[in-house]
């Protein structure tokens, strides 16, 4: 039986654009013909999605899976951690919840894990023609090397040839390529074949000569310099990209003569960020993440984004007075938005023994409902009436709410909607449609939905931008020649200090 051809895409750090190179090769070796993969072997994130067998992924992987033509499959993200503290994270294996881990104690999970992970990538690579790895955080986390899945462990246990990509746009990159090989044991350093420059501005030019010096440094060559593409922010799986007072997208101008004035709160625990992106895709819909009382003055929406720990994020909000804040928007008349964790917390009461061990919590009390925790998590795809997912441990009592839409419920009287589904914001008609509710709501007569505006469109049109990058500006027959063979032989770096 055949093996495909497999490469791992590592990153200096997070939000490095690991996961859109992935999407971006996967994309262009699709529009060749090529039966193409992702797979990332262990992600930590609560960003995630349904897949077709009714299990949970990453979301980046179900986008990847997208541009690969695929459906999502809980075998391209078959270990997924859903952090819930500081401390501890959901485990899901295999798309279905394991246990609650520690950190201290994933090491006794290690083995099992392991090999989950490498039948897995060993039965994609008989299936397909090539399989694109995606690591995760950076390969240079020699503290955490024994329990590594995704980055050295993984292309240690595949034989897989690494490519490095660093985001240039964060300053230091150059050290930060170097010093992640040089401080690899030399059995992983083997494996890195070269390196990937991402979101560079300015003139390239400028950048040759470090790239030569670098090099002559590691034996290792660069296979592009990717530009800076302010168009590529849907689907953004990493928190450092999701923070209070960063604007979502790119604005547009209204088409009316008002815009809408968004804000969605930055949980602590947050899950699903990515709901509110079909919004900023809209023109003269301005939206912005909060996590100021103040900052909710003024809005014409409010949207209380997910949570995976939905009492604790909760008592974060009145701790720092935004339950309050959120409570006068709705007396004021302002539409808000409950999105599952969200939703919850708009009811009237949580009863939750499965994330927080606690009882008889009051929510908000916006939402005339009751909201029970139960241990077996809802995980389901809709496509009736409005295409979504739902990923929840949280169920619906006793209501006395009205229905919204057949996809959750809303508060008689008061523009205040709250559902479970992920992704209905997606619905071209729909989100036309209720925004247009929400402008006449807010008093904003002036601001007029456009028309035009296809956000799975532009997902689709985001892939292919981005696998353009690819082949305009990296040299695609050299990174693809890597899925031929083994790695090739490089010199072993040096820091000059006794290990």
């Known amino acids: ?84 503290s500081d401390r501890s994270s959901q485990l899901v294996v295999r798309g279905r919840v394991a246990a609650t881990v520690r950190a201290a104690d994933y090491l006794t999970h290690r083995d099992r894990l392991a090999a989950v992970v490498n039948d897995e990538l060993a039965s994609l690579r008989t299936e397909f023609d090539a399989v694109i790895c995606e690591g995760a955080g950076s390969p240079a986390e020699i503290n955490l090397r024994a329990t590594d899945l995704a980055n050295m462990g993984l292309a240690r246990a595949g034989g897989l040839p690494v490519v490095l990509v660093g985001d240039i746009d964060r300053g230091g990159l150059l050290a930060h390529l170097f010093g992640t ?11 890195i074949a070269g390196f990937l420059v991402n979101k560079f501005r300015g003139d390239a030019t400028l950048l040759e000569p470090g790239l030569r010096q670098l090099a002559a440094l590691t034996d290792r060559p660069s296979y592009g310099v990717l530009p800076y593409a302010q168009e590529l922010w ?12 960063r604007v979502v997208g790119i604005p547009q101008p209204p088409v009316g003569s008002q815009s809408l004035r968004v804000g969605a709160i930055r949980l602590p625990r947050i899950s699903n960020s990515t709901d509110i992106e079909a919004l ?82 009051p929510g908000l009390g916006l939402l005339d409902a009751e909201i029970e925790f139960v241990a077996e998590k809802t995980l389901a795809l809709h496509r009736e009436p409005l295409s979504g997912y739902e990923i929840h441990h949280g169920r619906l009592g006793t209501s006395a709410a009205a229905d919204w839409a057949g996809i959750g419920l809303c508060a008689p009287g008061r523009p205040v909607y709250g559902t479970h589904w992920h992704g209905v914001l997606d619905n071209n008609a ?49 990174l693809l020649a890597l899925l031929d063979g083994p790695p090739p032989v490089r010199a072993t770096v040096s820091t000059g200090l006794r290990r």
């Open 430 to 478: 729909f989100r036309r449609g209720w925004l247009t509710e929400v402008a006449a709501a807010a008093g904003r007569d002036g601001f007029v939905v456009a028309e035009d505006t296809d956000v799975p469109a532009r997902r689709d049109a985001q892939l292919d931008r981005m696998a353009d990058l690819l082949e305009e500006h990296a040299d695609v027959t050299a």
């Open 280 to 361: 900023a895709a809209e023109p003269g819909v301005q939206v912005r993440w909060i996590d100021d009382a103040a900052d909710a003055v003024g809005l014409d929406l409010l949207v209380l984004p997910g949570s995976k720990s939905t009492v604790a994020d909760l008592d974060w909000l009145r701790a720092r007075g935004l339950a309050e804040a959120i409570e006068a928007h709705a007396r004021r008349g302002g539409v808000t938005l409950g999105i599952c964790g969200g939703f919850q917390m708009l009811c009237r009461r949580i009863e939750d023994p499965v994330e927080s061990g606690r009882a008889a919590v």
């Open 181 to 191: 090989v040089a401080i690899l044991d030399p059995a992983d350093q083997a494996l």
């Open 1 to 84: 039986m055949t093996r495909a051809g497999a490469l791992l895409v590592a990153g200096t750090s997070s939000d490095a654009g690991k996961s859109m190179v992935v999407a971006g090769l996967c994309r262009l070796l699709a529009r060749r013909g090529v039966k193409v993969a992702p797979f990332k072997a262990q992600n930590m994130s609560n960003n995630s999605a349904v897949t077709v067998e009714g299990g949970e992924i990453g979301r980046a992987q179900a986008v990847q899976a997208r541009a690969a033509g695929l459906e999502p499959s809980v075998r391209f993200n078959p270990i997924l951690l859903k952090p819930g």
């Open 234 to 245: 849907l689907d953004t799986e990493d928190s450092v990209s999701v923070l209070a007072g």
